[in-house]
């Protein structure tokens, strides 16, 4: 979920220090924070493009609202959609009540706004449910590289995986079977088409595992270095874009576009980022009940989702609330339902009361979820600047109109 509409040159303009606002909440003061949170609306700017997405956030606004706040989803296609609206705002000036209370946000994205100094905080380690979260995952810690410091808190964890439907083919070890596969079966695999974040998520494992030298993405890009680095990569997408669905003359808008694809029996393998997707598809009948989950031998991509707070939010209690509750081990343990949502939990069971960890023992992550020993060890992300210039360039190589 990210475009390409941020620059470093709006960013660097917009870097003048601004004043903190006198009526700000204190993080660490719980008790105002709730009492200031009353009657307050926060407007979450979050990716709309899942049914099931929705309905868990729908699901959040009841639980809230029991809290005494209100919850408007702004449904998003691109997150960079909302980082561009409170950029303008503060280039406009406008430093209090702005359009964006909360964001759905990792990556790029929020990499800009901290570099901007435009997010609310430090409060994640200040929210209650804190102390359930898993702070020895590095990935909780840490968003592509950047460090998370506090001004994002987060709520679902992912993992890269492939779906496949186990009637037409096997799961595929590497890039290169996948290309081996793809040649062998043209027409039977696609990705959905970049700038869509899980789009350039796909480009971006199948850099990791072409590199010469992983640590080079852990840097911001080098330009000097950067055509000797990605060569591999686009030597790669030029043999496996011929032999992609529609022999790459098209792409499906999102990831949930892949479903109907493999139940049209149109496409046999796509990419998704949650282990738990393709079980919830299955149980939601958006999928078929042969269709499974496998992970490359060496790896794949992991991140999690955030929640941040911009700095010019009118309600920056009512959406520490929000983000509070989205820690809830009731609200962590619905994620994790494959007949729900499907995500990984950002929780560690260990620190969670008895009873809480029981009902995530006794969840049934369904027929298509690898367990945490399948999926192996995830890999971490690349800078955060990678993914802008391969997305940029794979548009330019083979976008619309090539």
């Known amino acids: 979920m990210t475009r390409l509409a941020i620059t470093p040159f709006l960013i660097a303009a917009l870097l003048a220090p601004f004043p903190a606002l006198a009526d700000d909440p204190d993080p660490?003061?719980?008790?105002?924070?709730?009492?200031?949170?009353?009657?307050?609306?926060?407007?979450?700017?979050?990716?709309?493009?899942s049914t099931a997405t929705?309905?868990?956030?729908?699901?959040?606004?009841?639980?809230?609202?029991?809290?005494?706040?209100?919850?408007?989803?702004?449904?998003?296609?691109?997150?960079?959609?909302?980082?561009?609206?409170?950029?303008?705002?503060?280039?406009?000036?406008?430093?209090?009540?702005?359009?964006?209370?909360?964001?759905?946000?990792?990556?790029?994205?929020?990499a800009a706004l901290k570099q901007a100094d435009l997010l609310f905080g430090p409060f994640a380690e200040h929210l209650p449910n804190w102390q359930y979260v898993d702070t020895a995952n590095e990935v909780l810690q840490t968003d592509f590289?950047?460090?998370?410091?506090?001004?994002?808190?987060?709520?679902?964890?992912?993992?890269?995986?492939?779906?496949?439907?186990?009637?037409?083919?096997?799961?595929?070890?590497?890039?290169?079977?996948?290309?081996d596969w793809a040649q062998a079966n043209p027409g039977r695999f696609t990705y959905p088409q970049p700038p869509d974040f899980l789009g350039s998520t796909f480009v971006k494992q199948m850099l990791i595992e072409l590199v010469?030298?992983?640590?080079?993405?852990?840097?911001?890009?080098?330009?000097?270095?950067?055509?000797?680095?990605?060569?591999?990569?686009?030597?790669?997408?030029?043999?496996?874009?011929?032999?992609?669905?529609?022999?790459?003359?098209?792409?499906?808008?999102?990831?949930?576009?892949q479903f109907q694809l493999i139940t049209d029996n149109e496409i046999d393998l796509a990419i998704s980022l949650s282990p738990g997707?393709?079980?919830?598809?299955?149980?939601?009948?958006?999928?078929?009940?042969?269709?499974?989950?496998?992970?490359?031998?060496?790896?794949?991509?992991?991140?999690?989702?955030?929640?941040?707070?911009?700095?010019?939010?009118?309600s920056k209690a009512a959406a520490m609330v929000v983000a509070d509750t989205l820690l809830s081990p009731e609200a962590q343990v619905r994620a994790q339902d494959p007949a729900i949502l499907g995500y990984g939990t950002v929780l560690d069971l260990d620190k969670l009361p008895t009873a809480d960890r029981a009902a995530f023992e006794a969840l049934d992550l369904g027929i298509a979820t690898l367990g945490p020993e399948e999926l192996g060890t995830a890999l971490p992300e690349p800078h955060g600047s990678w993914m802008t210039r391969i997305t940029e360039d794979w548009v330019r190589r083979y976008g619309a109109g090539q």
């Open 145 to 179: 590289t950047v460090p998370t410091d506090g001004y994002e808190s987060p709520w679902a964890l992912a993992q890269v995986v492939f779906m496949y439907d186990t009637a037409d083919m096997e799961p595929q070890p590497s890039a290169q079977a996948i290309l």
């Open 212 to 257: 010469k030298d992983g640590a080079v993405l852990g840097k911001p890009v080098v330009e000097a270095e950067y055509a000797d680095v990605t060569e591999p990569l686009w030597d790669y997408l030029d043999a496996l874009t011929p032999v992609l669905w529609r022999s790459g003359a098209a792409y499906p808008a999102s990831g949930p576009a």
């Open 54 to 110: 929705n309905d868990f956030i729908a699901w959040i606004g009841e639980q809230v609202a029991a809290q005494g706040v209100t919850l408007e989803h702004v449904k998003l296609a691109d997150t960079a959609d909302a980082v561009t609206r409170v950029l303008n705002e503060r280039q406009a000036g406008q430093d209090d009540d702005g359009a964006v209370d909360l964001i759905w946000i990792n990556g790029e994205n929020f």
């Open 277 to 314: 997707e393709a079980s919830t598809a299955i149980a939601n009948l958006q999928l078929p009940d042969t269709v499974r989950t496998f992970v490359l031998e060496n790896g794949t991509i992991g991140n999690a989702s955030f929640v941040a707070i911009p700095y010019n939010s009118g």
């Open 28 to 49: 660490a003061d719980w008790n105002a924070v709730v009492e200031q949170a009353q009657g307050q609306t926060v407007y979450w700017h979050a990716w709309g493009g």
